[in-house]
């Protein structure tokens, strides 16, 4: 039901920054011309203002209902004379949202967002934002609220043929885990917890696979860290990153440029591989994030780079992080070099730092931990030759101390088998 690709809505609700109506049309005639039919929004996302602007769109764009949508419940909004920035939303619509996941307001809050989206149908309806991390003290109250209550409208209008699928919408794995020990759900709609960066989702997509529950991953980029270079003013979850979430997208970030790829594509590409998620909804604003979209996604990306990304996130036991050097597999005795070394770098060792005897270029392989002839090169996961001479860590390992006599078995397959 839902395509691999979608469009969060909460840029158009003038999330940090107000958009014009122009500009928020201007975005959704750009998704739909190059063929995105998946659009996820929320009452929340300017409380109001990006459902409306959806709406005005699909009535001029989809007048036989091909769109697919999924809105979310959760918050009634209340009429204020309020104005500025709310919520992280700037200049939107005339009102506040109020928690509320009890029976009644979740069909109060489902009318309102068809009356909005022009729709009589949603094809996912989730409940927003549930968990401690949003609702501190109040977190018990909103979950029994939901479970004895709104839970039972939600599957009450399924059953109907007003909604297809029910589910939560959250940016916590811990409250996923706990709806699921109570109710059955049809898909999660999980923002920033299964990224590059963040794979703190993983243990619950495997038991999502078993229980036949599909995932929708919002937040690919990590609120932008992701989207781009690692330069100028960045956020991770709506933050200023810790240096140690820079240093880790650092690392990511250099894995990409061995492999001539692009950091942004494989953001957005990686929650796509796992089995259990369906689509990834990156939030969109202005033509050229709609144009730069659909080039990450179509863009090719080696096999090879996926392990090297994987593997440059784990602390390596011999040769410590260091932005030059990555670790294209966990069994490799090598490591590649990222960034071109000088003789006389210092590079840290187990036990220590040696400095480099020699210049090594951009690709080449580095001495993962001491290697003596006869022993196998292993780089990613598969032997590509055996060393001439021996060699301490932190070595340059090419043509004048190892001989390529194992490069017939470097293929895909043992790749495969090694990953």
């Not at 919002?218 to 810790?242: K, M, Q, T």
């Amino acid at each position: 039901m839902i395509p691999r690709l979608g469009m969060g809505t909460a840029p158009i609700g003038n999330l940090y920054r107000a958009v014009s109506d122009a500009e928020a049309r201007v975005t959704l005639d750009a998704a739909w011309d190059v063929g995105i039919r998946y659009y996820d929004t929320a009452p929340h996302y300017g409380f109001g203002l990006a459902e409306r602007r959806l709406g005005a769109m699909l009535a001029a764009r989809d007048p036989a209902d091909e769109a697919v949508l999924s809105t979310k419940v959760g918050r009634l909004l209340a009429p204020t004379d309020a104005q500025g920035e709310r919520h992280g939303f700037v200049d939107a619509d005339p009102y506040d949202p109020v928690f509320d996941y009890g029976h009644d307001a979740v069909l109060r809050s489902f009318e309102g967002s068809c009356a909005r989206l022009g729709r009589d149908r949603i094809d996912l309806l989730l409940a927003h934002d549930l968990g401690r991390a949003t609702h501190g003290d109040d977190h018990d109250r909103h979950l029994r609220a939901f479970l004895n209550g709104g839970y039972r409208a939600m599957c009450d209008l399924r059953d109907a043929g007003a909604i297809g699928a029910i589910g939560i919408g959250v940016n916590e794995v811990a409250i996923c885990d706990e709806v699921l020990d109570h109710v059955a759900l049809d898909m999660i709609l999980l923002a920033g917890r299964y990224t590059l960066l963040d794979r703190s989702a993983e243990r619950l997509l495997a038991r999502c696979v078993e229980l036949g529950v599909q995932v929708i991953v919002g937040g690919p980029y990590n609120s932008g860290i992701l989207a781009r270079d690692l330069s100028g003013p960045l956020h991770f979850d709506y933050a200023v990153p810790s240096a140690d979430i820079m240093a880790k997208a650092q690392r990511l970030s250099d894995a990409c440029a061995a492999f001539h790829a692009s950091l942004p594509a494989a953001a957005l590409q990686f929650p796509l591989r796992h089995p259990t998620v369906v689509s990834v909804i990156p939030g969109l604003v202005g033509a050229d994030q709609v144009a730069d979209t659909m080039t990450r996604l179509s863009t090719a990306l080696p096999d090879a780079l996926w392990p090297a990304l994987d593997a440059s996130l784990k602390e390596l036991p011999m040769l410590q992080d260091d932005a030059r050097l990555i670790l294209l597999h966990p069994d490799d005795n090598v490591l590649i070099c990222v960034r071109a070394i000088e003789a006389g770098d210092i590079l840290p060792v187990s036990g220590g730092t040696i400095p480099a005897r020699e210049g090594i270029a951009i690709g080449h392989k580095i001495a993962r931990a001491p290697l003596s002839a006869g022993d196998k090169v292993i780089k990613y996961g598969a032997p590509i030759g055996s060393m001439t001479a021996n060699a301490v860590s932190g070595d340059w390992v090419h043509m004048h101390n190892m001989k390529s006599d194992y490069i017939s078995s470097h293929t895909r397959t043992a790749l495969e088998e090694g990953a």
